[in-house]
């Protein structure tokens, strides 16, 4: 339309000449699903930016000692031997403070801690549900918990994330704590919501009890959209406990009632059972460590990086020490083709993530995690920059500004080491156009078809050495 001026004077018009461009997606922002203290914001996916935001909005950890009993006590020696309980609604279980303290208690308070502590930020918190009455301050709940752990929990709060568009992984360290049959169904339905998506990636724990086969029972549904890890980590974390609440008893009687009490009454005993209880470090499924890898890495580095050969913070230890042959099973399987990632601790390098697959391991497309998530992040991004062409005329103009605007954002793709190819045409290829990717009846039908062709850059898994011995020449 041509512009109408009324009156005599200067007029000033902008013109618009640069392109559109494409603004990269954001690439690790985990929605963690589990059970939290404070259940008002129950199935409604909040996003948080750190541990103060948690408490704030969903309480603090869950309280897994209850009790102490006292074996052995020799104030001038301050030698104690005694035996941690845990709550009898979570847990029957009784440890000696020389055995490891791992009562079934939910974890996501523990693995949000472990996912900031790895380098995480932003993320989004699905509450399933609560182990309080809903306060900070609010005793445990009579009936376990362990017990309302429930497999459609876990699809209800899928179900709610597929109306939030930010998250790109999908996290559930309390899916742990199901049967092993229900667990399996869980990450399948984790796997079923990314693959529908199709802007979202599952970190999976690999229960600590269960065998890769049963694990395996996964169905091939979408299996390059998660990958899974193994094994458990024994963190530097403490487990919580209320000194109001904790009993402190003997073989004969209770005294005094609590261990707050033993404050003013025996200072020796009271700080005895705090040093005692400190040793007890809380075991997690790895999955909330990783997730803040995931973010760590493509922070540093970028999505296109594999989130492996790297360092795990704040873990003292592993629940079950791999050798190169025990990961061969666990690494590559000839007939699922899913594929495990383990942790594993190296002398001299500490722990590392040391698995960079999907659990599609058997397909040369999608075997590996910064593969796909790249794909995501490219397809999620340019679906988005697209957006200004709905309703715009189909014709030569529009294709000519998207192709450059995608053309320009894979060309910044490739500077920054992203795709592999010695010159952009070898890396990238971006095609649209009437003869090219669309016919005339896509035309009358009111489809732009863009047709783009990515070399992506795969991880150096297997490094191989060559020696040979050069024989003495006379």
Same mark, same amino acid.
């Given at each position: 339309?041509?512009?109408?001026?009324?009156?005599?004077?200067? #007029?000033?018009?902008?013109?618009?000449?640069?392109?559109?461009? /494409?603004?990269? /997606?954001?690439?690790?922002?985990?929605?963690?699903?589990?059970?939290?203290?404070?259940?008002?914001?129950?199935?409604?996916?909040?996003?948080?930016?750190?541990?103060?935001? #948690?408490? &704030?909005?969903?309480?603090?950890?869950?309280?897994?000692?209850?009790?102490?009993?006292?074996?052995?006590?020799?104030?001038?020696?301050?030698?104690?031997?005694?035996?941690?309980?845990?709550?009898?609604?979570?847990? @029957? @279980?009784?440890? $000696?403070?020389?055995?490891?303290?791992?009562?079934?208690?939910?974890?996501? #308070?523990?693995?949000?801690?472990?996912?900031? +502590?790895?380098?995480?930020?932003?993320?989004?918190?699905?509450?399933?549900?609560?182990?309080?009455?809903?306060?900070?301050?609010?005793?445990?709940?009579?009936?376990?918990?362990?017990?309302?752990? !429930?497999?459609? +929990?876990?699809?209800?709060?899928?179900?709610?994330?597929?109306? /939030?568009?930010?998250?790109?992984?999908?996290?559930?360290?309390?899916?742990?704590?199901?049967?092993?049959?229900?667990?399996?169904?869980?990450?399948?339905?984790?796997?079923?919501?990314?693959? @529908?998506?199709?802007? *979202?990636?599952?970190?999976?724990?690999?229960?600590?009890?269960?065998?890769?086969?049963?694990?395996?029972?996964?169905?091939?549904?979408?299996?390059?959209?998660?990958?899974?890890?193994?094994?458990?980590?024994?963190?530097?974390?403490?487990?919580?406990?209320?000194?109001?609440? /904790?009993?402190?008893?003997?073989?004969? !009687?209770? =005294?005094?009632?609590?261990?707050?009490?033993?404050?003013?009454?025996?200072?020796?005993? #009271?700080?005895?059972?705090?040093?005692?209880?400190?040793?007890? &470090?809380?075991?997690?499924?790895?999955?909330?460590?990783?997730?803040?890898?995931?973010?760590? =890495?493509?922070?540093?580095?970028? =999505?296109?990086?594999?989130?492996?050969?790297?360092?795990?913070?704040?873990?003292? $230890?592993?629940?079950?020490?791999?050798?190169?042959?025990?990961?061969?099973?666990?690494?590559?399987?000839?007939?699922?083709?899913?594929?495990?990632?383990?942790?594993?601790?190296?002398?001299?390098?500490?722990?590392?993530?040391?698995?960079? &697959?999907?659990?599609?391991?058997?397909?040369?497309?999608?075997?590996?995690?910064? =593969? *796909?998530?790249?794909?995501?992040?490219? @397809?999620?991004?340019?679906?988005?920059?697209?957006?200004?062409?709905?309703?715009?005329?189909?014709?030569?103009?529009?294709?000519?500004?998207?192709?450059?605007?995608?053309?320009?954002?894979?060309?910044?793709?490739?500077? *920054?080491?992203?795709?592999?190819?010695?010159?952009?045409? +070898?890396?990238?290829?971006?095609?649209?156009?009437?003869?090219?990717?669309?016919?005339?009846?896509?035309?009358?039908?009111?489809?732009?078809?863009?047709?783009?062709?990515?070399?992506?850059?795969?991880?150096?898994?297997?490094?191989?050495?060559?020696?040979?011995?050069?024989?003495?020449?006379?």
């Amino acid at each position: 339309m041509a512009d109408t001026y009324l009156h005599p004077g200067v #007029y000033v018009k902008e013109i618009s000449t640069l392109p559109p461009s /494409v603004a990269e /997606v954001s690439t690790a922002v985990p929605a963690f699903c589990g059970y939290t203290k404070k259940t008002d914001l129950k199935l409604k996916p909040t996003r948080i930016e750190a541990m103060l935001d #948690y408490e &704030r909005l969903f309480g603090g950890p869950p309280e897994a000692v209850t009790g102490v009993t006292i074996k052995k006590w020799d104030p001038t020696t301050a030698d104690l031997d005694m035996i941690v309980d845990a709550s009898n609604t979570v847990t @029957e @279980e009784e440890v $000696d403070t020389d055995d490891q303290f791992d009562p079934d208690i939910p974890l996501l #308070y523990y693995s949000l801690r472990m996912y900031f +502590d790895n380098g995480g930020g932003p993320c989004y918190i699905v509450s399933l549900g609560g182990y309080g009455d809903g306060t900070i301050d609010s005793p445990p709940p009579q009936s376990p918990p362990s017990h309302n752990v !429930k497999t459609d +929990d876990f699809k209800d709060g899928l179900a709610a994330l597929t109306r /939030v568009d930010e998250p790109t992984l999908i996290v559930m360290p309390d899916a742990t704590r199901l049967d092993a049959d229900d667990f399996v169904s869980a990450c399948q339905y984790a796997l079923n919501h990314c693959g @529908e998506m199709k802007d *979202r990636f599952a970190i999976l724990d690999v229960k600590k009890e269960q065998e890769a086969a049963a694990f395996r029972k996964l169905s091939s549904n979408h299996l390059s959209y998660g990958a899974a890890y193994t094994p458990y980590l024994k963190t530097s974390l403490v487990y919580a406990y209320d000194e109001k609440k /904790v009993t402190v008893t003997t073989s004969e !009687k209770i =005294v005094p009632p609590k261990l707050e009490d033993l404050k003013a009454s025996d200072t020796a005993l #009271y700080n005895s059972i705090k040093a005692a209880l400190a040793k007890q &470090r809380v075991i997690l499924p790895p999955s909330g460590a990783i997730a803040g890898i995931y973010a760590s =890495v493509d922070r540093d580095r970028g =999505v296109w990086k594999a989130p492996a050969n790297v360092a795990v913070a704040s873990v003292i $230890d592993l629940t079950e020490m791999f050798t190169d042959a025990e990961q061969d099973g666990l690494n590559v399987d000839p007939t699922s083709g899913k594929s495990i990632n383990v942790i594993r601790s190296f002398t001299g390098r500490g722990i590392l993530v040391w698995g960079a &697959r999907t659990l599609a391991g058997n397909d040369n497309e999608w075997r590996y995690i910064p =593969v *796909r998530r790249l794909f995501i992040t490219i @397809e999620e991004s340019t679906k988005k920059a697209t957006a200004f062409a709905v309703f715009e005329p189909n014709d030569s103009t529009t294709w000519l500004k998207v192709k450059a605007m995608i053309e320009s954002y894979l060309y910044g793709l490739w500077e *920054r080491g992203a795709l592999a190819g010695a010159k952009p045409e +070898d890396a990238y290829f971006v095609n649209v156009g009437l003869g090219t990717t669309m016919t005339t009846q896509d035309i009358l039908e009111g489809r732009m078809i863009v047709e783009i062709g990515i070399a992506a850059v795969r991880p150096a898994e297997f490094i191989i050495l060559r020696f040979t011995h050069k024989l003495q020449v006379a």
